[in-house]
């Protein structure tokens, strides 16, 4: 066992026996009030991962208690029943929400969730039938494993079912965090756009989190209802939002520990400070304020309980060989990429008009144009990120207009972007890892078992991940944070990450801006090997070297018309095209 | 006018300049050459003072550089144009230019700086009203060396100016440099198309490793080898 193994062994263990070392009751109900806040706490964590700050979660606490309480008292059912149907009716709750608010970003998502809570508030105070209103609902059974004589009495008991769910938590928290979910919501957060292209669903996946979240959530109200037999309207307070919230930022969010660590150090804190009275909430703030200027990533990171996956040695033939197109639909004949008569309008400015191209399979295509020509729109309406106002995009004969990004990814359709898109705050190596994403072949439930099949997929992923980063000759870099490399080392990064999702058509806006001659002639012979591998290149360049020295054809737009297409010798030739993009012979030497 | 005298820089634990010097002289063009990551990038954003170096001293006309934040070394007259486009792209062609200015104060000379810049990019002044976000990658360029000209800077820092162009707009851009530079501004600029920098700079630096590997005469280094080998690729 590792040494973190160890410390984590003895840090459960310690937690498993405190009762039994004379631990009075008050602290027990601090360990459990901590433990409940931690099931809440995670799951706004997971929601954090995404980059989605839910400040009405604390409603989703609220639904669970009272639909365990309500379902209890009025039903005579166990407790042991009303748990998961209050988290199953919260999950779905969760599900309603989340399809009304996950479109949402940022400071639109926080303020609609806010205003959720509040209106649920509303209407446990006003729907006195049903909720008793401000007088609360008393009388709520306490907990019982079936028949009244295995009811839950001691603090104790409590505190070992606390210390069994929270155990619980962090298992399913950490599966998902350090699995590819965990990465695919931190690539969410990290650069939505670039996600979408490597075939990651930003909505799928911030709606997992969110189901998952408010599951939690439901969990942890339905313990409280049968652990303090009481309820009222104050569970919707903000105050307890604000206390989520904290613990997970404080504590470190994204982070699997953060909000257990923020949760237990939240909760004791504001009561040791109990002894200073009157100045409590203003030592409590003080204290807050210094952990969020000192430690801005929260106290997690802090202690440095995280480490990134190992990242394995030396690339697998296998998962190099995996780099080819094995099934291109050759089969099918046809053209591998083609776009029809497409249009795009800006207002009244039309950025495209009436574009047509094939891509071969196989071939290598480039299209330039002067900058504004409207090669950049091309690219966004081929992968999915700019509706044509007419014409269409097939891939292998299939349409494709008017999927979304991570549907055309799926279909082996990748881009590199133009301006340098990477995820800037995770290494080399987990960049191109996150982008493997679609070609895990295990479920959910396999990730969160652990199941052989999960982890020898991560392998594999893993191995391939490495592969592409040393085929783009990264390989040395791969445990150096993207952000710290440099600008040309980040397009290559960019290109890793393209590959990541096996593209069959490989789409590079402006591949060698940023390389100097030597290492655009390396950049040259990669996407050379990629066509040899089978991968066809749709690319758009301003480097004339590059273009004339590797493209089959090229297509060449101006003013979002295609004014030339041909052989690299008839292009260099086209008076119109010298005119309005190359310049004079010497002007093309130079460049 | 500028001097780096032994400057080391790290990011966190890792070093990635290792004792720089280099001198740029009054009306100079110098031209700072490497392969990616060589640390051409982190030389000129420490000049610019993004990055503070760990050692060593940056002096500039007499004075020391090293220890200020970026907007006092844009006051003491240096303006950085950054890689890759960065503009506003929510303000208008107009107020991107405005920020440019900004380090003067109120007043200023604005209007004839306006003029000026037009006068280099009469593409901007078509677009003066339109958001920054919405040019081409080629205006959006333009803009961004427009608006480090704002500043009226003594000394302009370029770091590859004709990073996504378009051939023709490559031409454009480096003529409005040697128009710059003939009006006595003092230019020192990373650029990946060497061949086209070294015709045109005074004198260049060949950086390795986060060291300076070679330095000369742009001409001499046109003819040498290694440089051809290295860096023109022929």
């Known amino acids: 066992m590792s040494r973190r193994g160890w410390a984590g062994a003895g840090i459960g263990g310690l937690f498993l026996f405190l009762p039994l070392l004379g631990v009075d009751d008050y602290y027990l109900h601090l360990l459990i009030m901590a433990g409940l806040f931690f099931l809440l706490a995670a799951g706004m964590n997971l929601l954090l991962a995404a980059g989605q700050l839910n400040l009405g979660h604390t409603a989703f606490f609220g639904i669970g208690a009272y639909a365990s309480g309500l379902l209890a008292l009025h039903f005579g059912l166990t407790p042991l029943l009303t748990m998961p149907l209050a988290a199953a009716f919260t999950a779905l709750v969760g599900v309603a929400v989340g399809r009304l608010t996950l479109k949402l970003r940022g400071a639109y998502f926080v303020l609609v969730t806010t205003g959720f809570a509040e209106v649920i508030r509303l209407v446990a105070t006003n729907w006195m039938d049903l909720t008793q209103g401000p007088m609360g609902l008393a009388g709520v059974p306490?907990?019982?494993?079936?028949?009244?004589?295995?009811?839950?009495?001691?603090?104790?008991?409590?505190?070992?079912?606390?210390?069994?769910?929270?155990a619980g938590t962090l298992y399913l928290t950490a599966r998902l965090l350090g699995s590819r979910v965990g990465r695919a919501l931190a690539a969410i957060r990290s650069n939505e756009g670039l996600a979408e292209s490597s075939g990651i669903s930003a909505y799928r996946h911030t709606m997992l989190a969110m189901v998952v979240a408010c599951g939690l959530a439901g969990v942890a109200g339905a313990f409280y209802?049968?652990?303090?037999?009481?309820?009222?309207?104050?569970?919707?307070?903000?105050?307890?939002?604000?206390?989520?919230?904290?613990?997970?930022?404080?504590?470190?969010?994204?982070?699997?520990?953060?909000?257990?660590?923020?949760?237990?150090?939240?909760?004791?804190?504001?009561?040791?400070?109990?002894?200073?009275?009157?100045?409590r909430m203003l030592l409590y703030g003080v204290i807050l304020l210094l952990v969020v200027m000192f430690m801005p990533k929260g106290l997690v990171h802090y202690f440095r309980l995280r480490a990134g996956a190992p990242i394995p040695d030396a690339a697998h033939d296998e998962a190099m060989a995996a780099l080819g197109v094995d099934d291109a639909g050759g089969a099918r004949g046809g053209p591998a990429l083609a776009v029809r008569d497409v249009t795009v309008r800006f207002g009244g400015l039309a950025a495209v008009e009436g574009l047509s191209l094939e891509l071969g399979r196989g071939e290598i295509l480039a299209l330039i144009g002067p900058n504004g020509a409207g090669k950049s729109t091309a690219f966004n309406v081929i992968t999915g990120f700019q509706p044509p106002d007419r014409g269409r995009v097939e891939l292998d004969g299939a349409p494709i207009t008017g999927l979304p990004p991570y549907r055309i990814a799926e279909r082996r359709l990748v881009r590199m972007f133009q301006r340098t898109s990477v995820f800037a705050e995770a290494r080399a190596f987990d960049n191109v890892l996150t982008a493997c994403h679609r070609l895990s072949r295990t479920s959910l439930g396999q990730v969160i078992a652990a199941t052989a099949a999960a982890r020898r997929d991560e392998r594999d992923l893993a191995a391939r991940a490495r592969a592409i980063l040393d085929f783009v000759g990264l390989g040395a870099k791969a445990d150096v944070l993207a952000r710290n490399l440099s600008c040309g080392e980040q397009r290559l990064l960019g290109l890793a990450i393209a590959l990541g999702p096996a593209p069959s058509v490989l789409l590079l806006d402006e591949p060698a801006a940023g390389l100097n001659a030597v290492e655009t002639v390396g950049l040259m012979r990669l996407i050379a090997d990629l066509r040899a591998r089978g991968v066809s290149v749709l690319l758009v360049e301003h480097d004339m070297k590059l273009v004339m020295g590797l493209c089959d054809r090229i297509v060449v737009l101006n003013y979002g018309q295609k004014i030339a297409e041909g052989t690299p010798a008839e292009i260099q030739r086209h008076p119109e095209v010298i005119r309005a993009y190359l310049g004079s012979d010497e002007t093309l030497a130079h460049a | 006018m500028l001097t780096l005298d032994e400057v080391t820089v790290a990011y966190g634990a890792v070093e990635v300049l290792h004792g720089v010097s280099l001198t740029v002289a009054s009306g100079e063009l110098v031209c700072l050459l490497g392969a990616n990551g060589a640390g051409k990038s982190t030389t000129v954003r420490t000049i610019s003072g993004l990055l503070q170096p760990r050692a060593g001293r940056i002096s500039f006309l007499g004075e020391r550089l090293d220890g200020r934040p970026a907007h006092a070394v844009l006051a003491s007259g240096i303006a950085q144009c950054p890689e890759g486009r960065r503009i506003f792209p929510e303000m208008t062609v107009r107020e991107n230019l405005e920020m440019g200015a900004y380090v003067r104060g109120r007043g200023g000379a604005r209007a004839e700086d306006l003029d000026r810049v037009f006068h280099h990019f009469p593409r901007l002044a078509e677009r003066a009203q339109q958001l920054g976000g919405t040019l081409s990658g080629g205006e959006q360029q333009m803009l961004a060396i427009a608006r480090a000209l704002m500043s009226s800077p003594k000394l302009l820092l370029l770091d590859e100016p004709s990073l996504g162009l378009a051939p023709t707009m490559v031409a454009t851009v480096f003529r409005v440099i040697e128009e710059i530079r003939r009006q006595g501004v003092t230019v020192l600029m990373v650029e990946q198309n060497a061949a086209l920098a070294l015709r045109m700079a005074d004198r260049a630096y060949v950086m390795e490793s986060g060291r300076i590997a070679l330095s000369g005469r742009a001409a001499d280094l046109l003819d040498n080898a290694e440089v051809k080998r290295a860096y023109l690729g022929g």
């Open chain 1, 142 to 166: 306490p907990f019982d494993l079936g028949t009244a004589r295995w009811t839950l009495q001691s603090k104790r008991d409590y505190y070992y079912f606390m210390a069994l769910l929270a």
């Open chain 1, 225 to 279: 209802a049968h652990y303090i037999t009481f309820l009222s309207p104050e569970l919707f307070g903000f105050h307890n939002t604000v206390t989520m919230a904290v613990m997970v930022v404080a504590g470190g969010q994204g982070v699997v520990l953060g909000p257990a660590v923020g949760a237990l150090v939240f909760t004791f804190v504001p009561e040791l400070l109990r002894m200073a009275a009157f100045y």
